[in-house]
């Protein structure tokens, strides 16, 4: 057992393997002096032995703090890590980072409403479109991405699920709830 971090509050862990078999994790921390939440994301180049510099290293910061709990999920598309996550109640955010790269990009919005929480997930098309279906505004969304720009917005239904999965089946996005 490997101990990832070991300083304040930390919740809703995801997990990746690059590629490059490099490892990643993102996770919500919560900051009890600043009263915010953060989405902070570490790797592992030796298969989990050592995160960053120790488990006292809290890793990257991607959001600047956030008021409500936040909740992230890594998934890779070629060549990219990217970290999609809810930031402040009120947006879908990604970061990416590529994989022969040194630092995650800016912050890009996929989407800007309210109720965005947990009840999200993205997943890779074979075809290596990404996908994902959010739950926003009390409704059922989805967007995709063709590595060259975002479709608009779908909804999917006008009821507020309760949880969300998506699954690509021969290029086809299939959302459960």
């Not at 967007?143 to 917005?153: P, R």
């Amino acid at each position: 057992t490997q101990v990832i971090v070991n300083v304040g509050e930390n919740y809703y862990p995801s997990i990746l393997k690059n590629s490059i078999s490099r490892l990643w994790v993102s996770w919500t921390y919560y900051d009890a002096v600043a009263v915010r939440y953060y989405i902070q994301v570490k790797s592992s180049t030796n298969d989990g032995a050592t995160w960053g510099t120790g488990p006292s290293d809290l890793g990257t910061a991607l959001n600047a703090g956030s008021t409500v709990v936040v909740y992230s999920q890594l998934i890779f598309l070629p060549t990219y890590v990217y970290c999609i996550y809810s930031d402040n109640g009120n947006s879908l955010v990604y970061r990416r980072f590529e994989i022969s790269g040194t630092t995650w990009s800016s912050a890009v919005t996929i989407y800007s409403g309210s109720n965005i929480t947990y009840n999200f997930q993205a997943a890779i098309s074979s075809d290596n479109r990404l996908g994902v279906a959010f739950s926003a505004n009390s409704t059922l969304l989805y967007k995709e991405y063709d590595q060259n720009s975002w479709s608009g917005v779908f909804t999917l239904d006008s009821s507020n699920p309760i949880s969300v999965s998506l699954q690509f089946f021969k290029n086809v996005p299939y959302v459960f709830y």
